[in-house]
Structures are given as structure tokens and as C-alpha cells.
């Protein structure tokens, strides 16, 4: 009896997707190593885990101090010599030297491949030809489009900054959040959504500032890097059984990054329904 050869390649294609032990439990001990680094702020040791290529960014750019981390999950290409880990961080945010400090949720999602037969980080931006800059990596195509010279770095004298951030804020802008109010049921769990848009040319960054939500109260951000004219989907979610008899209403607050904006939304709870 003949068998197909795509059945014959299936149990081969799902081995391959199943890593080795010893190769996840490698990676995930350096990841671990390496953002611990990042707790303990010793980013001297972080960088002898950072590959070659991106040494040289690494050392220029600013370093973030976690206050904990979590691994959420690994993906490997079909060799495991490259893999993808998604994680969560917690870190301390204050926009300005007047605003109380805030421990808010990075979701990460980092780069790894294998060097010297050991897991490093990588930088995948750096290696596809963009500029990193404080704003996000720039488009070199863009540039292109409009003239300049993608080989030379972008004008960061004060006057290009000053004169580029004018134009910014002189630009006609829809409101970053399709939502400013959500009204929760205490009668019944719910989930909602509030969509945020980027409607700068540059990336941003979007954390959400939940510090003041009862129990039962969730807000899930789909990612914290938001390229110029794209969305972010935050999802509600509330569970009333969780939560106290009456929860108080609350401001859940949307931050935006490196123009240090707040964006709130007042969240407030129904009344529940009288029996008769």
C-alpha cells in the first residue's frame, strides 16, 4: 500500500516545530540570565550577552531597569538556531519630575539567535537597514521617497528636533482613543475595547496605567509598539463576582511615549439590576 508522501512528511513537520529540550531550556536559561541583569541593573553583564552586531547599540541606547519579568512564550525557526520569546515586564514610569511614579506592563517581544554556540540578543530593527532613534526606527524608504540620504543618520541637531516637533504638534489630529468612558454591568461579566491610533509619521510606545482598578478588573494591551498611522486594541475585561459589592469608579490612564502624553478613561460601574 502506498502512502501519501505529505502524510509521510506530517509527523516530521510537527517534530519540527518541538524543539529539543536541552535547546529551550539553553535559551530560556540566558533569557532569564539576561533580563535578570536588567533587574539587578547590571547592564555591563547584560551586554556580554548581546551579539556582536548589536553590541554597538546596545551600548548607545538607553537601558530599562525592570522591576520583574516574566517569560510568556518561545518560538523557534525551523533549525532552532534563531527564536522569537515574547515577554512581560514590570517597570517604574514618571513622565516628569512632578508626577508620582508608576509600575506599569511592557509587553516585550525580543530576538535571539545562536553565537559562539551560546543564545545571544540581537537587535532585529538595527539589522534591517533603519535608524534607531529616540522616535523608533525610521522607514529608509520613506526617506528615499522624500530625497534624503537613507546611508546618513537624521538631522538630531537641537533646531532639527525643535523645528520637526512644531510640525508635529502643528498637524490636524483625530483623537488617539475611539472611547474616553466605558460603563461596566456589575450584573454580569463583560468585555469591552478601546482602539488607540497612532496618527504621528513616527513609532510610539503605549503603555496602560491600571494602578487604581478593583478586583476583577483586567486591561490587556495587544503591544506596546505602535508604528506611525496604525492601532492598538486594549481589552477590557470585568468580572463583578471577583470585585467588591460596589466597586468605586476609576481613571484608567493611556500613556504614550516620547511625547510623555496621558490619555484618560474614566471608567465607571452600573448600578445592578433590582430584583423585583
Given at each position: 500500500?502506498?502512502?501519501?508522501?505529505?502524510?509521510?512528511?506530517?509527523?516530521?513537520?510537527?517534530?519540527?516545530?518541538?524543539?529539543?529540550?536541552?535547546?529551550?531550556?539553553?535559551?530560556r536559561a540566558r533569557?532569564?540570565?539576561?533580563?535578570?541583569?536588567?533587574?539587578?541593573?547590571?547592564?555591563?553583564?547584560?551586554?556580554?550577552?548581546?551579539?556582536?552586531?548589536?553590541?554597538?547599540?546596545?551600548?548607545?541606547?538607553?537601558?530599562?531597569?525592570?522591576?520583574?519579568?516574566?517569560?510568556?512564550?518561545?518560538?523557534?525557526?525551523?533549525?532552532?538556531?534563531?527564536?522569537?520569546?515574547?515577554?512581560?515586564?514590570?517597570r517604574i514610569w514618571?513622565?516628569?519630575?512632578?508626577?508620582?511614579?508608576?509600575?506599569?506592563?511592557?509587553?516585550?517581544?525580543?530576538?535571539?539567535?545562536?553565537?559562539?554556540?551560546?543564545?545571544?540578543?540581537?537587535?532585529?530593527?538595527?539589522?534591517?537597514?533603519?535608524?534607531?532613534?529616540?522616535?523608533?526606527?525610521?522607514?529608509?524608504?520613506?526617506?528615499?521617497?522624500?530625497?534624503?540620504?537613507?546611508?546618513?543618520?537624521?538631522?538630531?541637531?537641537?533646531?532639527?528636533?525643535?523645528?520637526?516637533?512644531?510640525?508635529?504638534?502643528?498637524?490636524?489630529?483625530?483623537?488617539?482613543?475611539?472611547?474616553?468612558?466605558?460603563?461596566?454591568?456589575?450584573?454580569?461579566?463583560?468585555?469591552?475595547?478601546?482602539?488607540?491610533?497612532?496618527?504621528?509619521?513616527?513609532?510610539?510606545?503605549?503603555?496602560?496605567?491600571?494602578?487604581?482598578?478593583?478586583?476583577?478588573?483586567?486591561?490587556?494591551?495587544?503591544?506596546?509598539?505602535?508604528?506611525?498611522?496604525?492601532?492598538?486594541?486594549?481589552?477590557?475585561?470585568?468580572?463583578?463576582?471577583?470585585?467588591?459589592?460596589?466597586?468605586?469608579?476609576?481613571?484608567?490612564?493611556?500613556?504614550?511615549?516620547?511625547?510623555?502624553?496621558?490619555?484618560?478613561?474614566?471608567?465607571?460601574?452600573?448600578?445592578?439590576?433590582?430584583?423585583?
Open positions: 500500500m502506498r502512502v501519501p508522501t505529505a502524510l509521510l512528511l506530517l509527523p516530521l513537520a510537527a517534530l519540527a516545530q518541538t524543539p529539543p529540550p536541552e535547546v529551550d531550556q539553553a535559551l533569557v532569564n540570565e539576561f533580563f535578570q541583569y536588567h533587574v539587578d541593573g547590571n547592564f555591563r553583564k547584560a551586554y556580554e550577552l548581546v551579539a556582536e552586531d548589536t553590541k554597538d547599540y546596545y551600548f548607545a541606547t538607553q537601558k530599562v531597569q525592570f522591576k520583574s519579568f516574566t517569560v510568556d512564550s518561545v518560538k523557534f525557526n525551523d533549525d532552532f538556531s534563531n527564536a522569537e520569546v515574547d515577554l512581560t515586564g514590570k514618571k513622565p516628569r519630575a512632578d508626577f508620582p511614579e508608576t509600575l506599569i506592563t511592557v509587553p516585550m517581544k525580543t530576538m535571539w539567535k545562536i553565537e559562539n554556540g551560546k543564545w545571544v540578543w540581537y537587535d532585529h530593527e538595527s539589522q534591517n537597514n533603519k535608524w534607531i532613534t529616540a522616535m523608533g526606527p525610521s522607514d529608509t524608504a520613506a526617506l528615499q521617497k522624500k530625497g534624503a540620504d537613507p546611508s546618513s543618520p537624521p538631522d538630531m541637531s537641537p533646531a532639527a528636533i525643535q523645528a520637526r516637533a512644531a510640525a508635529i504638534l502643528a498637524q490636524p489630529q483625530q483623537p488617539p482613543l475611539d472611547k474616553t468612558e466605558l460603563v461596566l454591568p456589575l450584573d454580569k461579566p463583560s468585555s469591552q475595547q478601546i482602539v488607540f491610533h497612532n496618527s504621528q509619521e513616527g513609532a510610539v510606545k503605549v503603555y496602560v496605567d491600571a494602578s487604581a482598578k478593583p478586583a476583577g478588573f483586567t486591561a490587556e494591551l495587544d503591544g506596546s509598539d505602535v508604528n506611525g498611522g496604525k492601532d492598538a486594541v486594549i481589552k477590557i475585561r470585568f468580572d463583578p463576582t471577583a470585585a467588591p459589592p460596589s466597586p468605586a469608579n476609576f481613571t484608567l490612564r493611556v500613556i504614550m511615549e516620547p511625547f510623555d502624553r496621558i490619555f484618560p478613561v474614566s471608567i465607571k460601574f452600573a448600578p445592578r439590576t433590582q430584583e423585583p
